[in-house]
Structures are given as structure tokens and as C-alpha cells.
């Protein structure tokens, strides 16, 4: 099959993890993908998402808004000009907000369009950021969901919300994050890992990804902190965010500084040496509707997770079973799974175990996400669907 694999993504985080993943998937499974979207792929970790990020911040917001809604003609030129010399079966695009190209350039080449959800972004652009244009977003972002062939959301959570809007849930497929399951073959072991960073006296707390205020990791040190916390914890920060100074301060005050490793940004392909050290996996928070990326690796490593008690989170794992769940907001039921997880050698043990298992046994790997895409879109085709 050839498929034209359509995004808008701007720089190497998250968003482009998931799609470089399931593009290496597809093309195992021998299909042809034709990527067409920003050239800042090809660049390093934030190079052109600066510019982005310093438009948001100068240009009023309604200005901003317009400007990713006009994006969306020269976005369709392309993607009409792409589908002219390749001649794929079907497109799959990314969704975001104000952006319907994918829609109209499926549509006037009568190709089906397979629609990748990861958040609703109408509903998360007005919670966070605040959106100057909110009839323009609402609209855009019911007609690509309405109009789209098939819809992929990433949690059942988020396929119901979906399904508000008025899109038949035989329109939608929930297909969550994954691994790689062979690259994971060649990852290191608890002990190899710990000795390569220098750790393997510590009991390990480990956090991957951009770290934010909302996430709450100034608990992880003061709980470090308390008298009767074993003095071979170490917390790891692998990667980055707004708060790393603050935590780093506070790690100081408190006589931590020696007990807490923050590495900056690392590259996706370098994370696994470190989650392979991870003792005690932390998942502080998430937005509900989310299929954190890092739950699966840190089930690939077999870690003991961490994570709030939400509904999304128990479709990928159980309590007591792959991981230990609080209440989401209680800071005083998080510290006592902490407590819980360190003191108990065979609790996490038995829970890492859990989770590798599970991973397996659910199909959290990019290669049985890419089977299903390409199932649904035999099935689109067969049945004519554009």
C-alpha cells in the first residue's frame, strides 16, 4: 500500500516520536509512505518550533489563530501536489487544530483519509492556552473529524469525546502509543543501566520526558527528604522543562543535590539506557484523555510505575497487577504509594514484571499499529469510502 502520511509537526518531541515510530512500522510491513509536512523535520530538537513559540508569545492571539488557519492553502497546494506525482492509496494525517487541508485535498482527489487523533484540541487549546477564535476552532475541528474516512483516537476516553461531537463510533478505531519491541530486545538490564550512570548503589525514581510545574516532582524530593526515606534514593530527571532550576534549588535546600540527576534533553533514541535504571517509574500526572508514550516504555523496562488512578490510564494498566494507582488528587495517597514502592523489593518486582507482560499481551507495539491501520484502510478501500 502507498500511503501520504500528512502532519503539522514542528519539532522532535512527543508528536514526532509517535509518527517517526509508526512511519518505521508501516514501512517494515513493506508499504510505501510518502511524507509531506514541515521541512523542520530534518532539523535538530527545537529548531524551527523557536519561531513558533516566539509568534505565539508576540503576536496577538487572534492574529495567531488566523495565520494556522491560512496555513491551510498552501498546506492543500502541497498535499494536492504530492498526491498528484505519487499516487497513493490513502492519506493519513495528523489532526490539529484549524487545519482542514488534509480534509478538502482528501476529498476533491476522492482518496480516504485515516484521521490520527491524540487530543482534543478545541477543548485542550481553551483549558490552557485560551483561543481568541472559538467558533473558527470548534468548526475546523467538527468538520475534519466528521469528514475524515476513519478516525484513530489514542484512548477510549478520547474516542467518547469524539463521539459527542456526532461521529459514529464504527467510524473510529482506538489504537494507543506503543514501543518498538525489537529495539527494547537490545536494551540494557537494571544493572547494566545503574552501572553505566553511576548508580548502582541507589534505589532509582525515574521520570522521562519534559517535566512541568503540574506535575508535582518537588513531592518526589520531599519525600527524599523525611528522616525515615531509605538514604539510597535517587531521583532521575531524563530530560527537561520550565522547573528544573526550581527543583534543582530545592533539591539544594534540602541536601539533595548529591541525590538528584536532572540530564537535559536527550535524544528519543538514547531514553531507554536511562528508563532501563528506573527502579520506581513515576507517572505523576496526565491529562485524561492522553496515551503517555512514557508508560509504555517504562513497561518495556519493566519498572515498577507510578501513575494517577484515571481512566485512560487503566486502559494500558491495572492496579496492583502493572502498576500502583493513587488518586489523582491527593498529594498525601501519591507519597504513600512512593513509600509503598520503595520499601517493598517484591512489590516492584512483581509489578515490573506485570507490565512486561502486559505489553506484550495487549499489542503495545508500533508494529501492531501499523497492521491495524493498514487493515482499516484495505477495509476503506474495499468498501469504496472517500
Known sequence: MKILFHHRIASKDGQYVHMSELIRALRSLGHEVVIVGPEIMEEEYGGVAGAVDWLKRHVPSFIYELLEFGYNLPALFRILGAIRRHSPDVVYERYNLNFIAGVLAARLTRLPLLLEVNAPLFMERSRYDGLACRPLARWTERFSWKNATHLFPVTRVLSEIIADTGVPQERMTVIHNGICRSDWEQAPSRIEAKRALGLENALVLGFSGF????????????????????????????????????????????????????????????????????????????????????????????????????????????????????????????????????????????????????????????????????????????????
Request: charged share 35%.
Open 211 to 386: 517535566v512541568r510545574e503540574w506535575h508535582g516532582m518537588e513531592r518526589v524530593l520531599d519525600y527524599m527528604a523525611r528522616e525515615e526515606t531509605r538514604r539510597d534514593v535517587h531521583l532521575l530527571l531524563v530530560g527537561d522543562g520550565p522547573v528544573r532550576s526550581s527543583l534543582e534549588q530545592r533539591a539544594k535546600r534540602l541536601g539533595l543535590s548529591e541525590r538528584f540527576t536532572i540530564t537535559g534533553y536527550v535524544d528519543h533514541e538514547d531514553v531507554r539506557r536511562y528508563v532501563c535504571a528506573f527502579d520506581v517509574a513515576l507517572q505523576p500526572d496526565v491529562v485524561e484523555y492522553a496515551s503517555p508514550l512514557k508508560i509504555f516504555e517504562y513497561m518495556a523496562a519493566g519498572c515498577a510505575i507510578l501513575a494517577p488512578d484515571r481512566r485512560n490510564i487503566r486502559e494500558i494498566v491495572r492496579h496492583e497487577s502493572e502498576a500502583l494507582l493513587f488518586d489523582a488528587d491527593s498529594s498525601e495517597d501519591f507519597g504513600k504509594g512512593l513509600a509503598r514502592l520503595c520499601e517493598d523489593d517484591a512489590l516492584r518486582e512483581r509489578l515490573g514484571r506485570g507490565a512486561r507482560a502486559r505489553l506484550a499481551d495487549a499489542g503495545f507495539d508500533w508494529v501492531e499499529n501499523a497492521r491495524r491501520v493498514t487493515e482499516i484502510a484495505g477495509r476503506c478501500l474495499e468498501a469504496g469510502h472517500a
